[in-house]
Structures are given as structure tokens and as C-alpha cells.
């Protein structure tokens, strides 16, 4: 299965700043999407990230609050902007494989004070 | 949009007993179902999954069933040891570039000594 790192792995952050974290896959893959894993709860998709265009967002994620790029098949950024104190959580990318299978990368701990 | 429950929230057993877990969808057109172990602190990772042209997949002490007449699938795990202590999460989805996975809410498992 495909490498995949993220940096940073945690962060403490203030209200109001942004925060990018940036994923890395050591295999070019099509499908890479980030997910959001607050304490406790299960995963949820907040985008997926697409090569060459503009990410597709699942309801209840905009664009303004969390903007995404994707500027090869081995890498994305997801940014959290403005940040507030709900936004504390660990974000996480995945990849899919050619054979549908999802792998995830070692996610981002981030505390918003 | 797809819907997967999972039961039990949590589970409890004895060191070499059984355990089960099941879930359900909703979109009968799903045909993947992979599962998820998360350790503390760690990221999911896959354990196995199985696919609608099949009933059952076995890799040593764990196996999954699917049912897809009922739209439920089951993850069986034998023998169980304190290592297998952590939260499990069954997931479904339609296979192609664009479908998405849904979780389940997840389950606790605790191997007791």
C-alpha cells in the first residue's frame, strides 16, 4: 500500500489563524480526500481533493473555510481558516488505490485555543 | 445518500471468546465493505473488506460476512487477544472513481484478561 505522510502531526493554534497541513504520498494516486475525526466520533469527509481542479465539498464544508489544493497526483494541502475552538480536531488524508481500497495517512492533531 | 449503522456502540469480552459486530446500509447498489481498526492515538487502518460477488472472507482470526439481501455485514474476530483492543469502523460504498465511503459510528472492542 501507498506511503503516506502528514505534516505537522499536531499543532496548538490560536482563534483566528489559519492552519495548513500538507499530505505526501510516495506513489502517484487519483483519489485523495481529507477527513475530519473530532473526539470520539467516527470519520467524516470533508472534501476530495482533485487534481487540476477545484475540490469537491460534502455538505456542511465550504471552500472559504477549509480551501484544498491538489497540485499533483503524490500531494494536497488542506487549509483551516479563521479557526475557531470547534475546529479542534484530527484531520486526516486518504488515498485510494487502483483497487478501491482507502488507506490513511497518521492524521493532524489540532487544538484551537 | 448511503447510510451505515453500526452495533454494538461499544463490547466487551474475554480474552480468547468471540467477537462480532455488525452493520447495516441503506443504497442496495453499494458493493464494497471495507473495515477499520484504530488503535489509540493511531490512524485506521484497513483489516479487511469484501465485496458483493461474495459471502464471507476470512484472513486468519477475522472474517466478514455480507448479506446483501438484507444490506447487513458482520465483522467476526476469534480467539480474541488484548491487541485486538481498539475501535473498529465498517464502512460502504459504491466502487468507482467519485463514490465516497461512509463510516459507521464505530465500536468499541475491549479484550479483557
Known amino acids: 500500500s501507498a506511503v503516506i505522510s502528514q505534516k505537522p502531526s499536531r499543532d496548538i493554534c490560536q482563534r483566528g489563524t489559519s492552519l495548513t497541513i500538507q499530505c505526501q504520498v510516495d506513489?502517484?494516486?487519483?483519489?485523495m480526500f481529507w477527513y475530519r475525526q473530532q473526539p470520539g466520533q467516527s470519520l467524516t469527509l470533508i472534501a476530495t481533493a482533485n487534481q487540476g481542479s477545484e475540490a469537491t465539498y460534502e455538505s456542511g464544508f465550504v471552500i472559504d473555510k477549509f480551501p484544498i489544493s491538489r497540485p499533483n497526483l503524490t500531494f494536497s494541502t488542506l487549509t483551516v481558516s479563521n479557526m475557531s475552538p470547534e475546529d479542534s480536531s484530527i484531520y486526516l488524508c486518504?488515498?485510494?488505490?487502483?483497487?478501491?481500497?482507502?488507506?490513511f495517512g497518521p492524521g493532524t492533531r489540532l487544538t484551537v485555543l | 445518500g448511503e447510510n451505515v449503522e453500526q452495533h454494538p456502540s461499544t463490547l466487551s469480552v474475554q480474552e480468547g471468546d468471540s467477537a462480532v459486530i455488525k452493520c447495516t446500509y441503506s443504497d442496495s447498489a453499494s458493493n464494497y465493505f471495507p473495515w477499520y481498526k484504530q488503535e489509540l492515538g493511531k490512524r485506521p487502518q484497513l483489516i479487511i473488506d469484501i465485496r458483493s460477488n461474495v459471502g464471507e472472507k476470512k484472513d486468519q482470526r477475522i472474517a466478514v460476512t455480507l448479506n446483501k439481501t438484507a444490506k447487513h455485514f458482520s465483522l467476526h474476530i476469534t480467539e480474541t487477544q488484548p491487541e485486538d483492543s481498539a475501535v473498529y469502523f465498517c464502512a460502504a460504498r459504491r466502487t468507482g472513481g467519485g463514490n465516497k465511503l461512509t463510516f459507521g459510528t464505530g465500536t468499541q472492542l475491549k479484550v479483557e484478561l
Open positions: 486518504s488515498v485510494e488505490e487502483s483497487t478501491d481500497t482507502q488507506y
Open positions: 506513489s502517484q494516486v487519483t483519489m
